[in-house]
C-alpha cells in the first residue's frame, strides 16, 4: 500500500470545503483554516457570500462547472459537506488525483464512490467515506467492540440527537427522507447514560449497509431516537399505516422539514451507543456530546488533515479501514469535544421482548 501524499498537496495544494457554509461546513473551514492557513476555499452555491467568505461559488448539481473549476488546478483535496445526486463530483475528483473527503450518510451514494476505488488507486487519491458523527464515530465505535468480542455476529448501533440543535437544512432533508424510507428490523428499548432508556427506531443510517463489508460482521442494525420523548414518539408515528403511512406523502415530509427547521424542542446533546454479541460475549460503548453538526464538522476536519498529512493511502476507504484515523474518538474526548465510555447494560433489546 503506497502512502504517498497526495498530488497537489503542497503548501500551495487549497482545500475546497463544498457546502462550507453550512452547519457542517462552516466548522470544517474553521478548523482547516487554523491547521493550513491561506489554503482553505469555502464552496457554496451562493456567489456573494463565497465571495465575501474568500471562497468560490460551486454547484455540485452542475458537474461541467465542477470539472471547469478542478481543472483550474491547484486542487489538493475536496471536502465533501453536501450530498450530490450520485457520484460524479467524486469521479471528477478521483480521476483528477484530488483527495476526497465525504460527509455524506447515503448507502447508495457512498457505494457509488466505493465503486471508483480503481481509479482512485491509479491517479494516488485517497478518498475517506463515512466521515461525521453517523456515519463516522458510528463506524469507528462499532469496529472497537466488534474487536472487543474477538469479531461480532452482531452489532446494534444507537444515535439519540438533540431536537433543540439548529441543524442544517441539508441533514433535515436527509433525516426526513429517512423516515419515509423503508428500514428492516424493530424498534428497541436502549440504555443511554445521562438519558435514560430510550426508544430507538430502525432508520437508513449508511453504516448498517457498509460495515457488514468492512469489519465482516453479519448483522448490523442503526436506530434513532430524539431526545424530546413527546417528538421522538410523534415523528415515529409518521411511519406506521404501510404504504399509506404519512411520512410517505411528499407534503407531509415538506411540511415537517419547515416545522424542524424553525421549532426547537430539547436540548443539543447527542449520544452514540454502539453494542456488539459474540454469543454471549457483549461489548458497549457510548460517546456523548454536544451539537452534532459540530461535531461532525470537526470529525471531518481530522480526516482532512490526516489526508493532507499522507496518513491515508491512495484509493477509497471508509473511516474505519483507515488506520491512523481509529484512535479518532480519544482524540475527539482529550480535546473535550466529546466524552467516552464502556457500558456493560441496557444494552438494545428488540421492543416488547422479556430478553
Ligand atoms: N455523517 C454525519 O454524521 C453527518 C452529520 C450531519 C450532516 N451530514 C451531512 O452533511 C451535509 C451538510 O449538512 P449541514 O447540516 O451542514 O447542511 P446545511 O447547513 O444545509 O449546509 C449545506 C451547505 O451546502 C450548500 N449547498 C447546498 N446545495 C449545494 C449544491 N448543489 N452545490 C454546492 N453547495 C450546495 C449550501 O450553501 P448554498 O445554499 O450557498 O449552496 C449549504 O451551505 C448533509 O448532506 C448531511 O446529510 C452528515
Known sequence: MTTAKIP?????????VVGGH????????????????????????????????????VDVGDPDGFRRLLDRGGVALVVLCV????????RLCL??????????????????????????????????????????LTNLLARRVHEAVGGADRVDLTLLLGAGERHGADALRWTVEGLATPVPGRPARVGLPDHGTRTAHPFPFSDQY???????????????????????????????????????RPGVRRLLRDVMGRVHVGGDAFAVRADAWRGERHAGLVLGGRAQSRVTGLVAAHVARAVLDGAVPAGVRH?????????????????????????????????????
Open 95 to 136: 480521476e483528477r488525483g484530488v483527495g476526497l473527503v465525504d460527509v455524506g450518510a447515503t448507502a447508495r451514494l457512498l457505494d457509488g464512490v466505493t465503486a471508483l476505488g480503481e481509479t482512485a488507486g491509479r491517479a494516488g487519491a485517497p478518498a475517506v467515506l463515512s466521515v461525521g458523527v453517523a456515519p463516522g
Open 83 to 90: 450530498e450530490p445526486r450520485d457520484a460524479t463530483v467524486a
Open 210 to 248: 457498509t460495515l457488514p463489508g468492512t469489519l465482516g460482521v453479519p448483522d448490523v442494525t442503526t436506530r434513532l431516537c430524539l431526545d424530546s420523548r413527546p417528538l421522538n414518539a410523534a415523528l415515529f408515528a409518521l411511519r406506521r399505516g404501510g404504504r399509506a403511512r404519512p411520512a410517505a
Open 319 to 355: 473511516i474505519e479501514e483507515v488506520a491512523a484515523l481509529t484512535g479518532l474518538p480519544d482524540r475527539l474526548a482529550a480535546e473535550g469535544a466529546v466524552s467516552l465510555r464502556t457500558v456493560t447494560s441496557g444494552a438494545p433489546r428488540p421492543a416488547g421482548s422479556a430478553r
Open 22 to 57: 453550512g452547519a457542517v461546513g462552516t466548522v470544517v473551514v474553521r478548523a482547516l483554516d487554523a491547521w493550513f492557513p491561506g489554503r482553505v476555499l469555502p464552496a457554496g452555491r451562493d456567489e456573494a457570500r463565497a465571495r465575501r467568505t474568500g471562497g468560490v461559488r
Open 8 to 16: 497537489g498537496a503542497g503548501p500551495a495544494g487549497r482545500i475546497l
